[in-house]
T-cell receptor, first 115, second 113 residues
């Protein structure tokens, strides 16, 4: 149980295009989903916290107009990187929190490369 | 001061060795503590929770010292498969029923044949 999927697992795109990443909790309902970014040899950095049916809460320094988050249902959250640039190339990982539990379950990550 | 600090390593140890990782955290209101393992280009996976009373899972022992805001992980009889980056993770309540995880940068372990 507690499986989280992400799609796509890898994407290569041209600078200026938008990329959508999906995060799904497959066998549980996640009231809260989190989006992280990890640059090489760096720790995971929380980008935003997403609660179903409400606006995401962004961490300081993360542009909400660039990283659009939609959490339309209890099993799906999407992150759209708008007008991607090479500096957005990173490993994006989502996690889902089961109600009342501390533990977050991580998706397998999406590796974004912007040319 | 960084919120969660770890020695980045790398720790290169021979098979069978015992290795210890340390971690300190700055937020005294932190509530839960974990060690995660992350393999190269993969997502983090929960290794074990950390309690003040200490807990052991096979070859792995984790310890928490709340007064010193210090967490440790001990791996005994290292295996080649233990090679990975070990992440110290601290959670704090962020409101509305959700908990926020703060990750350390990780300590890289390489177990050598």
């Amino acid at each position: 149980g507690a499986v989280v999927s992400q799609h796509p697992s890898r994407v290569i795109c041209k600078s200026g295009t938008s990329v959508k990443i999906e995060c799904r909790s497959l066998d549980f309902q996640a009231t809260t989903m989190f989006w992280y970014r990890q640059f090489p040899k760096q720790s995971l950095m929380l980008m935003a916290t997403s609660n179903e049916g409400s606006k995401a809460t962004y961490e300081q320094g993360v542009e909400k107009d660039k990283f659009l988050i939609n959490h339309a249902s209890l099993t799906l959250s999407t992150l759209t990187v708008t007008s991607a640039h090479p500096e957005d190339s990173s490993f994006y990982i989502c996690s889902a929190q089961w109600t009342s539990y501390n533990e977050q379950f991580f998706g397998p990550g999406t590796r974004l490369t912007v040319l | 001061r960084k919120e969660v600090e770890q020695d980045p390593g790398p720790f290169n140890v021979p098979e069978g060795a015992t290795v210890a990782f340390n971690c300190t955290y700055s937020n005294s209101a932190s509530q839960s503590f974990f060690w995660y393992r992350q393999d190269c280009r993969k997502e983090p996976k929960l290794l074990m929770s950390v309690y003040s009373s200490g807990n052991e899972d096979g070859r792995f022992t984790a310890q928490l010292n709340r007064a010193s805001q210090y967490i440790s992980l001990l791996i005994r009889d290292s295996k080649l498969s233990d090679s990975a980056t070990y992440l110290c993770v601290v959670t704090s309540y962020s409101g509305a029923g959700s908990y926020q995880l703060t990750f350390g940068k990780g300590t890289k372990l390489s177990v050598i044949p």
